[in-house]
């Protein structure tokens, strides 16, 4: 299964910074898109 990590060193478990949430959430649809509709 293929995966990509993105990591904010000083963030906690769960993000606390909106920026980083809507970054993450815009890396997820771009993996889903090139992956899951073969737009690779």
């Known amino acids: 299964m293929p995966y990509e ?5 000083d963030e906690v ?3 606390l ?6 970054r993450t959430f815009e890396a ?3 993996f889903f898109d090139r992956w899951m509709l ?3």
């Not at 910074?17 to 809507?22: G, L, P």
């Open 5 to 9: 990590l993105i990591v904010f060193p």
């Open 38 to 40: 073969g737009d690779r």
């Open 28 to 30: 997820m649809d771009d």
């Open 13 to 15: 478990h769960s993000f």
């Open 17 to 22: 910074v909106h920026d980083r949430w809507v």
